[in-house]
Every structure is written in structure tokens, then in C-alpha cells.
């Protein structure tokens, strides 16, 4: 076996262990850990800098966004959510979470109107990358900064052609551990909040 079938066989055990783990934390317990941990984003200077959030929407056991992505449109910042078509993942505008259907894999997406598509891949108008921060989802992290997600590589791919932003996941106490096995096509992230700390 080469190390690269190593490295993907030890990414599927992690993905399948990290995921029953999440699903076994109560959901009132998933539930307060998400309160935490939107508290904390929004009591610090990047989220009140941000002009731009760039949110996954949370979906079964995930760290909830929905109180995150409603506050940032309340406090009028441009929010922008994931839809996925085939192997592409673009960030779209929205008004309102009512406006979210159930997409990929009954993931809630927002329509795919060309006219509301993330525009600033090139950095176009963004003069610092704390001006955009990115939400990023995933089933186990750790201290260097590192994440593992589902295994379709979305995120990794925007993140690689997005690079002026900042990139942070949201993980419940549960899902930090000594170390996510990656590659060189894995991003990492620049920011990792838990309901105890935050790891930078």
C-alpha cells in the first residue's frame, strides 16, 4: 500500500469515527456549545470588521450557524452560503435564510443566480483578506490548524483559489484532536473556535 492509500484509508477512519461521535453528543449539548461559540465570534474585532461572511449552513449534527448568518444580515454585512454543483462549490448572496431550499444531499443551498455569486475571487475590491471571513464546517480539527471535512474536497478547493480571506472552523470541544493526517492539497484554516477557546 503506498502512502498515499494509507493517507486516504486513515481519513476515511477518521471521518467515520468523528462523525458517530458528533452524532452522540446530545443535541441540548450541541445546542449550547453552538450558542458558545457564535458568542464568541461576534464579541470579536474580525467579525466586526468582516464585510463579507461567507457561512456554511449548518446541517444535522454541525455547529449551528443559523443565529451567526441571521446576525450578520441583521447588522447589514453581505452574507453569502454554499450551493454545490457537480464537483464545483460557489458561494451565492442572500436576503434571508427563508429563501435556503434543500439542495445537495438535503443540505439547505440558495438558488444558483449567477447575478448573486461570491464576485471577489480575483480580490476585487477587497483591500485586506480580514474584509471576508469564511465559515468552514468539519468533523474533526486540531491545534496546527488543520481540518478534515467529508471527503468531497469542496472547501479545500475554494479555499486553494480564494486566498485573500479568512478561514475559520467552527468545532465542538469533541471534534479537537492531536492530529488530522493531510496532504498538500489540504488548506488549512487561520482560525478554529470552540465553545473554550479559540486555536491561531
Known sequence: MSDLDRLIESKKDLRTR??????????EERQAQSRSITDMILSTELYAGARFILSYV??????DTSTLITKALKD??????PAVTGKTMQFFEIDSPDSLQKGTMGIPEPEADPARVFP???HISLD????????????????SLQRIGY???YYDRFLGAFQKRMAVGLSFKEQIIDSVPCAGYDEPLD???TPERAYF
Not at 449548518?58 to 455547529?63: A, C, I, M, R
Request: hydrophobic share 45%.
Open 18 to 27: 468523528m462523525k458517530q461521535l458528533r452524532e452522540a453528543i446530545p443535541e
Open 58 to 63: 449548518s446541517f444535522g449534527s454541525e455547529v
Open 76 to 81: 447589514q454585512k453581505r452574507v453569502f452560503v
Open 120 to 122: 471577489y475571487m480575483n
Open 128 to 143: 485586506r483578506k480580514e474584509e471576508c471571513v469564511v465559515f468552514v464546517p468539519g468533523l474533526a480539527f486540531d491545534a
Open 151 to 153: 471527503g468531497g474536497g
Open 191 to 193: 482560525l478554529i473556535v
